[in-house]
């Protein structure tokens, strides 16, 4: 079978080289950078005078390969296409960093803004296998001087030296004892959990310098960038840079009382005793969720291992990824999946099942667990940021855009006419996505890009 599989793709590879339309085919390539599964678009572009509606210029697909137009997925998503997601990553890095030290519209000074690294955990929901290392050793999974069993049988104590990629990190040291239920509630409410955080952190600095929070909005501004992390037990924590400005954000200097040491001591009151309370439901009571016991705040400076460099790589390199970690699936879960058939780890299996069971009660339905069962309950955004904190993705994307269209431009010719003076009429249809098997190989010797995995190569081609 292996060898019939790479035969279909070889043979892929050559008709698609020697078909006539190759070199526009390649073009089209080259313009999605490598993408694993470009677009396919079907449609055309009418450019008129809008004076007497005179046609200037036609484009349409019917002249190009397949007949559709391929144009990149611009997914953030490593596991489905690590080209596309290479592009969010370098975005992501770049706004980060200009919230840090300047750049793309932020002024320097933005530099002597205090700022921190914050990182919160998820609070216990059982014993997890893990791997901690200590001065050079690595040390004993869960150790127990007494040993024991627990309710159900199993031993309490785990006294292995796990690899770094030991399949049975992240895994329960007991199924049954583990609070699945308290797991998927937590990743669901994380966002809100967050928002409340922010609230409260402003609170708290208003009260410490004897201001109303209206009042400390006119002279000082909060700002932040963060992004979710899944941890190999299957819950989400958040990585922030908060920052200090002054009203108008990194353009004006905050007050100077406000300082590193108020920061840190608010940041670590508000994440504290910020809670939320989940709905009760039929058999479930409601709980009180709260952050982990571990509140890691460290200095963001310009030498040493936490640099401005640094924190802006570590926090774009989380931006691409979701829960590929703990085994799970990288799409919804569909009615007609069968839980029990599907690749996933056990431990995943279990959080999906429970986000099913709880997704199916009237009082959690706003939680859309169902909907995000392979995301193990959480539905909110990988990497958020406070408007004032830097830059924008769009505005990054826009000067790429207009970088290419200057680029085109320079290499092509002037433009037959003024793009700003046209009426323009588009008709566009999606039509669907992907690359065969062969056309995902070439394209990934086109372009110098890493060879598609097979998840990557299951898009849906026209």
Known sequence: MPNQLDQHAINGMVTRYNAPDYDRWAAQIRRTGGCAQPVHLRGKVEYRDPLNGNLLHRYSTAGEPGG????????????????????????????????????????????????????????????????CERDGHVLRCRPRRKG???????????NERHSADDSRLGEPICPDCYDHTGSVLFNALAPELWRRFTIRLRRVLARNCGLTVKELGQ???????????????????FHAIIRLDGPDGPTTTPPAWATLTHLTDAITEAATHVVVTTPEATELPARTLAWGSQVDLRTIATSGDLTEQAVAGYVAKYATKAAECVGTLDRRIRPTDDL?????????????????????????????????????????????????????????????????????????????????????TSHWAYVGQGLTTGEALLAAAITATRLPTAAQIEGRAA
């Open 68 to 131: 559709v137009l391929r144009l990149a997925c611009k997914t953030r998503r490593a596991s489905r296409c690590p080209s596309c997601a290479e592009t969010y990553r370098a975005d992501t890095y770049q706004l980060i960093r200009a919230g840090l030290v300047g750049g793309k519209g932020v002024p320097t000074e933005v530099a002597e803004h205090p700022a921190v690294f914050l990182t919160l955990t998820a609070p216990s929901f059982g014993t997890v296998h893990n791997r």
């Open 340 to 424: 029990d058939q599907l690749d996933i780890r056990p431990h995943a299996r279990r959080l999906i099942a429970e986000c099913l069971r709880l997704g199916a009660l009237p009082e959690l339905e706003d939680l859309r667990l169902t909907a995000w069962a392979h995301m193990l309950g959480f539905r909110g955004h990988f990497s958020t940021k406070s408007r004032a904190y830097s830059t924008t993705l769009a505005a990054l994307r826009a000067a790429r855009a207009e970088h290419q269209r200057t680029e085109h431009q320079i290499t092509t010719g002037r433009l037959p006419f003024d793009d700003d003076t046209v009426l323009v």
């Open 219 to 237: 002279i000082l501004k909060v700002s932040f960038a963060k992004v979710a992390e899944y941890q190999r037990r299957g819950v989400v924590h």
């Open 148 to 158: 024991g069993t627990c309710p159900h049988g199993l031993p309490v104590a785990c």
